[in-house]
């Protein structure tokens, strides 16, 4: 990556975090960073409106951004697509600091609007919120490691920057380091050289900055450790580093997409490593939270929406959080091309249309009972019937899991189809849910059934 990019990478994030998606995607998300002019980054604009709004921002947004990057880049200045035919670039001309210093491997990098006042808790992660409070309140005492996991979009990396943030607002001289994984095996691979590449890492031939880096973090948090899979080498070094943190009483927190015990490629002592603190999981969130999370972030990018419309869009969109946002800013952005000050059902309805044909519209509760009954071969009148027997009472268990996972229906609408009461209803949900997680064979069949139903 050029440097013009990487820097613009890191202010833009300041500027997305200070205003609304939509405003940003308008006007900042369309820049492209040319090159750097005696530390000022030049950037091009492909309208001139797009230049004069991004100007206006200038001494307020921009000038805030570039401060708390501390980047070494002084001032942003836009020219248009036509002005920059014209530019004759210089090979880029920029003062970073001259060697790398300890500051610059600690660096603040998080996001700083992924603080635990923004994130809202529901029963899908408040154990793993509480844990990490927890751990941000008392780094290396209570849980080390903390090791997080679930599933894409549920809010893994965000509780990793609240922790970071929350230490930093405490004490600054904490030197917090976040990583990904793949960050991490690139700077490993970095650190190598050749002729210590093809041979086999052993920790004191681990190159001096690599180790210095990692070992004077006083909280290392590795996101997504999935990734580490089958690189042996990567492994090594975080084996060593894991024990030289730990034992000097540092946090540890990491993060994935699975139980340490499920990580296949990776070394079993690893593992192990990994499950000695607290393992805690984030599952989907329920109708409930998804509205609340849906709220906070309305709030957070001064939308105004109805609750009319946060429902709508919590129960069309049950996937992950990440989706959830992207509908909600899509909404929006169909309010403001309206110029509507409070977004209404209708526009929600029109904005997320395609969405919901493809994400869940398609999909209807006779689906998911069919496929379910298909799967375990049983017959229509059963599942939906009274019978009690073993298998028809799981399958029906399974079914209403799955309705209530994919569809976001509320339980009252789920039991009245069914014949049941509410309790009941929920009484499968939470069974399944917890089968899900003992019991791998029924969380195969879970997912056979899924995957048969979003083929269709
Ligand atoms: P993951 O790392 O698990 O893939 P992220 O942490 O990147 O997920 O979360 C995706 C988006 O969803 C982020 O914008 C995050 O702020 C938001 N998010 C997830 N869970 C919550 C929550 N409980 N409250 C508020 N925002 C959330
Ligand atoms: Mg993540």
């Not at 799967?375 to 298998?391: E, F, H, S, T």
């Amino acid at each position: 990556m050029n440097e013009s990019v990487k820097i613009w990478k890191d202010i833009s994030s300041y500027i997305e975090a200070a205003m609304s998606t939509v405003s940003y995607e308008m006007w900042f998300g369309k820049l492209v960073p040319l090159t750097i002019e005696n530390n000022k980054l030049i950037m091009v604009a492909p309208l001139v409106s797009v230049k004069k709004t991004v100007d206006g921002f200038k001494n307020t947004v921009v000038r805030d951004a570039i401060e708390k990057s501390g980047s070494y880049v002084t001032d942003i200045i836009v020219i248009t697509e036509e002005e920059a035919k014209n530019y004759k670039p210089e090979k880029e001309t920029f003062q970073p600091a001259e060697t790398k210093t300890e500051e610059d491997d600690f660096k603040y990098i998080l996001n700083p609007s992924y603080t635990f006042d923004n994130f809202v808790v529901g029963d899908c992660n408040n154990i793993a919120s509480s844990a990490a409070k927890a751990v941000a309140e008392n780094p290396g005492v209570l849980y080390n490691p903390l090791f997080i996991y679930g599933g894409v979009g549920l809010g893994k990396t965000h509780i990793l920057h609240a922790i970071g943030n929350y230490i930093h607002s405490v004490d600054k001289t904490k030197k917090i380091l976040y990583v990904t994984s793949e960050q991490f095996v690139n700077e490993f691979i970095d650190s190598l050289s050749p002729s210590r590449q093809a041979s086999k890492i052993s920790d004191n031939k681990l190159n001096k900055s690599f180790r210095e880096k990692y070992r004077n973090a006083d909280v290392l948090m590795i996101d997504d450790v999935q990734f580490l899979s089958s690189k042996m080498s990567s492994q090594e070094a975080l084996f060593h580093t894991f024990n030289d943190l730990y034992q000097n009483k540092k946090q540890i927190v990491l993060s994935s997409d699975r139980h340490p015990k499920e990580l296949t490629f990776i070394e079993e002592r690893l593992q192990s490593r990994f499950q000695c603190g607290l393992t805690v999981d984030i599952t989907n969130p329920s109708v409930e939270t998804r509205v609340a999370i849906l709220k906070k972030k309305a709030e957070l990018k001064k939308f105004s929406v109805s609750n009319d419309v946060l429902f709508f869009i919590a129960e069309n969109i049950s996937s992950n959080v990440r989706e959830l946002e992207g509908a909600l800013s899509k909404v929006f952005f169909f309010c403001s091309l309206e110029k509507k000050e409070v977004c209404d059902i209708d526009t929600a309805r029109e904005a997320l249309k395609d969405y919901i044909n493809v994400s869940t519209h398609v999909i209807s509760i006779d689906n998911i009972v069919d496929a379910t009954c298909t799967y375990y071969n049983i017959k229509r009148a059963d599942i939906v019937g009274k019978k009690k027997m073993k298998n028809i009472a799981l399958a029906r268990q399974i079914a209403i899991y799955l309705i209530n996972d994919i569809l976001g229906l509320p339980l009252t609408s789920i039991a009245s189809y069914f014949g049941k009461d509410h309790t009941t209803v929920m009484y499968a949900r939470d069974k399944i849910t917890s089968l899900c997680k003992s019991d791998k064979l029924i969380q195969a069949q879970v997912n056979d059934i899924k995957a048969m139903i979003q083929k269709k």
